[in-house]
């Protein structure tokens, strides 16, 4: 039998093998070795619209000097073409396919919601939007009805979870109900539905989506999924990406139109752990440390962006269930917490799984970026070299790369390429291009997110500047 003891870290106890000196794993200096290398597909950038200048809330100024933190850009479900650009300090602009002059369609900040993004402006504030796919259908209950993430003062409310352990902030998903889908200004009533309490400035609430694969009828069509991170600090303190008794760490799903007794939500009665103990039945799938972004393809595979610790950042394919193991995993690596008493942030080899784990489809290591942001499989028409390929960026450095979407297997690995990106008449990557200024570290920061259309062209999204611009094929 193992022998085992107990340490407090960060506040935690912590059961760990005891192990011997001579049996402790070697960290992994370089745990992926293999370089990233540059494709034959280039694309160049069209300047397409550019967002109001935007001011940081907090007092003195906390992170850097981004013009506008534009987050995502999606396209509303009405077949009109127009586009919905969020930024996390409060506003929701429309704008539409021809790259008319954004407008502002929503502001947080002029509505009684408790919408606060003063705690940590990188990460906190309007987080992210959905509409429901009823949304232009009158006469359907989803009729008018979208769905905003963002952030809330602690105390502002009562949490679903983690009511006592808000010690920072807390999430929030708001339902807003248009009395009229095609007004350029939103006029209505809204209802917040979830709320999460966050003991950390970071690692919160970040996207939420509809399956657009999903048709009226089905089971999933007008289910709402969020993603939350493990809620702050290093390595997972309060050790959320393991527990499931709150769906921190997690992809949750819900019903938005529906109900019970004590919530203003409703379950889907297929969830994977509906009546397991020991499970809140919102969870979807866990062992997530910041999956910030996810997105659904056309057929209805969801991708999941999750961000690393010091060392591995994801790419995984959403399944009901799945435990992608944070924190005792790091892509398909161990952590300290993992194998036993060893130096945390570096990754181990991985022992035998004691456990079910899903493993990531792709993974780079911080030789390559530091921070994966977004992603999309490209389903466009202009670059008909990326068509299948799922597309996605590192918010830091501003590398963009894609990978083949066949034959994807958990684990697996599959070959990343570095998309060739011209800004300006020069091949370049983003930071070096529009970045500014990071205050994390050396050098700049790009801030770049990507955002799709209806037709399934990507574009950039780069807070530096508050652009928006189209990924065109090299002329």
């Not at 602009?93 to 947080?108: A, F, I, K, N, R």
């Not at 919530?263 to 752990?273: R, S, T, V």
């Not at 690393?308 to 005792?328: D, L, M, S």
């Amino acid at each position: 039998m193992k022998t085992k003891f107990f340490v407090l870290i960060t506040g935690v106890l912590v059961c760990m093998p005891l192990l011997g000196a001579d049996s402790r794993p070697e960290a992994l200096a370089d745990p992926i070795p293999e370089k990233i290398q540059k494709g034959s597909i280039s694309v160049t950038l069209e300047e397409f619209v550019r967002v109001a200048e935007t001011e940081e809330s907090a007092n003195p100024v906390q992170t850097n000097g981004a013009y506008a933190r534009v987050q995502y850009m999606t396209p509303l479900p009405d077949g009109s073409g127009r586009l919905a650009i969020n930024d996390l300090r409060g506003l929701l602009y429309l704008t539409d396919e021809t790259g008319s002059e954004p407008t502002v369609y929503l502001d947080l900040r002029e509505h009684d919601v408790d919408f606060d993004d003063s705690t940590f402006p990188n990460e906190t504030g309007l987080a992210g939007v959905a509409f429901h796919p009823d949304f232009a259908k009158q006469g359907e209950p989803g009729y008018g009805k979208f769905y905003t993430a963002y952030s809330a003062p602690s105390n502002s409310g009562v949490a679903n979870y983690l009511d006592d352990a808000a010690d920072n902030h807390e999430s929030v998903i708001r339902e807003w109900s248009a009395i009229d889908s095609d007004s350029i200004a939103f006029s209505g009533e809204s209802r917040e539905i979830f709320r999460m309490g966050q003991f950390d400035q970071n690692h919160n609430i970040g996207t939420l989506a509809f399956n657009p694969a999903s048709d009226s009828g089905e089971i999933d069509y007008g289910m709402l999924y969020a993603s939350f991170g493990d809620g702050g600090g290093a390595n997972d303190p309060r050790e959320f990406g393991q527990s499931t008794t709150e769906p921190m760490s997690s992809i949750i799903r819900i019903d938005p139109l529906g109900s019970s007794d004590t919530n203003a939500y409703g379950i889907p009665e297929d969830n994977p752990f509906v009546g397991q103990a020991g499970f809140a039945p919102e969870i979807w799938a866990y062992g997530l440390r910041h999956p910030q972004a996810f997105s659904f393809d056309e057929d209805g595979t969801m991708y999941i962006c999750d961000i690393g610790q010091t060392q591995i950042e994801e790419v995984n394919i959403g399944q009901a269930g799945a435990n992608y193991g944070w924190r005792v995993r790091e892509g398909t690596f161990a952590t300290a917490f993992g194998v036993g008493w060893v130096r945390p942030n570096p990754v181990y080899p991985k022992p035998l799984d004691e456990q079910e784990f899903t493993y990531p489809v792709a993974q780079f290591d911080h030789d390559e970026g530091n921070a994966i942001s977004s992603g999309f499989v490209y389903r466009g028409s202009a670059i008909p070299e990326l068509y299948e390929k799922f597309v996605f960026a590192d918010m830091v450095t501003g590398r963009v790369f894609y990978i083949d979407t066949d034959n994807l297997e958990p684990g697996g690995s599959a070959t990343i390429t570095e998309l060739r990106v011209e800004f300006f008449g020069q091949e370049r990557n983003v930071a070096d291009a529009l970045g500014f200024r990071n205050t994390y570290s050396r050098g700049n920061r790009a801030g770049l997110r990507l955002g799709i259309d209806s037709k399934g062209e990507l574009y950039f999204l780069t807070k530096g500047d508050g652009r928006v611009r189209k990924m065109v094929p090299k002329i």
